[in-house]
């Protein structure tokens, strides 16, 4: 199970690092949103896996979860929404400032304008 869960963690990892090098503003926000779900996964793991331990502690449970970790993904997730939110109406308004959706602003090679050509 540990494994598996590893995975998903690098896999999320991955996406989100490869979208957030795209060009494009919305592959970048998806990518952010990918990194913050990994980062939320590696957190909550950190509390250790396990399914038969308490959640909360009782006088009677000698196996028990960290709620700590918990927290910090509750935290967190509410943290990421807000961000991915700012970013988004970022993108929305450099949209509609510059006229496209490239990260620098520029437009690509294959876009631009091709040289005119002098009459003689």
Same mark, same amino acid.
């Given at each position: 199970?540990?494994?598996?869960?590893?995975?998903?963690?690098?896999?999320?990892?991955?996406?989100?690092?490869?979208?957030?090098?795209?060009?494009?503003?919305?592959?970048? @926000? =998806? &990518?952010?949103?990918?990194?913050?779900?990994? !980062?939320? #996964?590696?957190?909550? /793991?950190?509390?250790? +896996? *396990?399914?038969?331990?308490?959640?909360?502690?009782?006088?009677?449970?000698?196996?028990?979860?960290?709620?700590?970790?918990?927290?910090?993904?509750?935290?967190?997730? @509410? =943290? &990421?929404?807000?961000?991915?939110?700012?970013? !988004?109406? #970022?993108?929305?308004? /450099?949209?509609?400032? +510059? *006229?496209?959706?490239?990260?620098?602003?520029?437009?690509?090679?294959?876009?631009?304008?091709?040289?005119?050509?002098?009459?003689?």
């Amino acid at each position: 199970m540990e494994m598996v869960y590893a995975l998903c963690v690098g896999v999320l990892t991955t996406c989100g690092i490869f979208l957030t090098l795209r060009g494009r503003t919305f592959p970048v @926000v =998806i &990518g952010l949103t990918l990194l913050s779900y990994a !980062v939320n #996964l590696f957190l909550f /793991a950190s509390g250790r +896996l *396990g399914g038969k331990d308490a959640a909360v502690l009782q006088d009677s449970a000698t196996l028990y979860a960290d709620p700590l970790p918990q927290a910090l993904v509750l935290t967190a997730i @509410v =943290i &990421g929404f807000a961000m991915t939110a700012f970013t !988004v109406i #970022l993108a929305m308004r /450099a949209r509609a400032d +510059l *006229g496209n959706d490239h990260v620098d602003g520029r437009l690509p090679v294959a876009n631009e304008e091709s040289p005119k050509k002098e009459k003689n």
